[in-house]
């Protein structure tokens, strides 16, 4: 009955991330956690796999389109892996109470990216050239945060590739993809090394958040995206909460929850009263930005959604870049 409920609930998963191009490491850990029943360790390695079969899958429709840099994201891939594979072997070894805590941690700090949107990037900061030195070093930071955590790190990857690699949003994407591919794989094969893993259960929950985050995809032009959007960013903070107090030790989890619902109140409070409130404007698009806009004028303006991917994966067709 608990798998049933699980690859169901694995679907609806994908569903979310076929629309938000994003969240499914976010919501998959809790899954298997809460409802599979595994242990946060266990849970961790499969969702790298999930993550990193459907960002796999993902990057095919990308490539086709023209919207992966595969140099840069070989470069930031390969750190991106170092690192993973360095978290994931650490990580088998922390206390899975401590991992679920940093992974509630990263859940609110997906929530609040999610909530906030969209952020101009000035084109006078993102690098004309590669920095090979800074993309290795966001590269193995990154990896090293998935590894131990299991989280995708897209809202981490896609603005480090605007900026440094100077890639236009649907490219860095695309290009976001291919690294969160290669690191989930990396940080898996560090779990491995001290985590057994149940591969049927695992399989068919991967197959489902798969098929459907392609459903997920096909609906995405007839949903609102900036109200589902923020809609599930206030849902993965609560979930963010729930984690957090359901691992805390008994003497912090209250201040946990008091901390939790302060950043939400403040976030509330200031998109409802606060008229320059960068949350209340988040999403909207900017005159002259829209689709209609040419090559010239989308290399010359990057909107950078700094969530494509809370738990790091976009799906084919959800770049507007």
């Not at 958040?209 to 997920?216: F, K, N, P, Y």
Request: net charge positive.
């Amino acid at each position: 009955m608990l798998i049933a409920l699980t690859v169901a609930l694995a679907v609806v998963v994908g569903v979310t991330l076929g629309l938000l191009g994003g969240g499914g490491s976010i919501l998959m850990v809790p899954l298997l956690v809460y409802v599979a029943g595994m242990d946060a360790k266990e849970a961790i390695a499969a969702s790298l796999v999930v993550v990193g079969v459907t960002a796999a899958v993902s990057v095919v429709g990308h490539a086709r389109a023209g919207r992966v840099r595969w140099r840069t994201g070989l470069l930031f891939g390969a750190a991106g892996m170092a690192g993973a594979l360095a978290g994931g072997f650490v990580g088998g070894h922390l206390p899975g109470q401590l991992l679920m805590i940093a992974f509630a941690l990263m859940m609110v700090a997906t929530a609040v990216a999610m909530l906030r949107g969209r952020q101009d990037v000035d084109p006078a900061k993102a690098h004309a050239e590669l920095p090979v030195g800074r993309v290795l070093l966001d590269g193995v930071v990154v990896g090293l945060v998935t590894g131990l955590v299991g989280a995708g790190g897209g809202f981490l990857v896609v603005p480090a590739l605007a900026l440094l690699g100077g890639l236009p949003m649907g490219v860095a994407v695309g290009t976001s993809l291919l690294v969160i591919a290669m690191k989930s794989f990396a940080g898996l094969s560090g779990h491995l090394a001290t985590v057994s893993i149940d591969w049927a259960l695992v399989g068919a929950v991967t197959v489902a958040a798969v098929v459907g985050s392609l459903l997920g995809a096909r609906l995405v032009d007839r949903i609102p995206a900036d109200a589902l959007r923020r809609a599930f960013g206030w849902f993965v903070l609560a979930m963010g909460a729930f984690v957090l107090v359901q691992e805390a030790p008994d003497g912090a989890r209250l201040p946990a929850l008091i901390a939790v619902l302060g950043v939400a109140a403040a976030m509330g409070t200031c998109t409802a009263f606060v008229p320059r409130c960068p949350l209340r404007n988040a999403g909207i698009a900017r005159p002259g930005t829209g689709r209609r806009q040419g090559r010239r004028g989308m290399h010359a303006h990057r909107s950078v959604l700094t969530l494509p991917v809370p738990g790091g994966v976009s799906l084919p067709g959800l770049a507007r870049g």
